[in-house]
């Protein structure tokens, strides 16, 4: 069964950077699309970033040019670099993997606090 565990959420002023880590486990990664998706309160959970298996990428109109996802298939790791943080961007971010063409495994979230 796939596993995935997120890391380094966390408080940070408007302007500042922070990276998000999603350790995979269980299925062979280097097979898996990965993809972050934030939820904010109140609001529906939106795609921010994703990375498939042939190379590309995807981002949210939101975040291009401020984050940055990779993957990592030696150390089964995907991560999201993001700065110039906004208040706006604060939600708990979440990551998925996708082995049959939609988002099947889901970490347990992180939560990202951007203050002003």
């Known amino acids: 069964q796939v596993q995935l565990v997120e890391s380094g959420g966390g408080l940070v002023q408007a302007g500042g950077s922070l990276r998000l880590s999603c350790v995979f486990s269980g299925r062979t990664f280097s097979s898996a699309d990965m993809g972050w998706f934030r939820q904010a309160p109140g609001k529906e959970r939106e795609i921010v970033a994703s990375a498939r298996i042939d190379g590309r990428t995807f981002y949210a109109d939101s975040v291009k040019g401020r984050f940055t996802i990779s993957r990592d298939n030696a150390k089964n790791t995907a991560s999201l670099q993001m700065y110039a943080l906004k208040p706006e961007d604060t939600a708990v971010y979440y990551c998925?993997?996708?082995?049959?063409?939609?988002?099947?495994?889901w970490g347990q979230g992180t939560q990202v606090t951007v203050s002003s």
């Open positions: 998925a993997a996708a082995l049959t063409g939609h988002w099947d495994y």
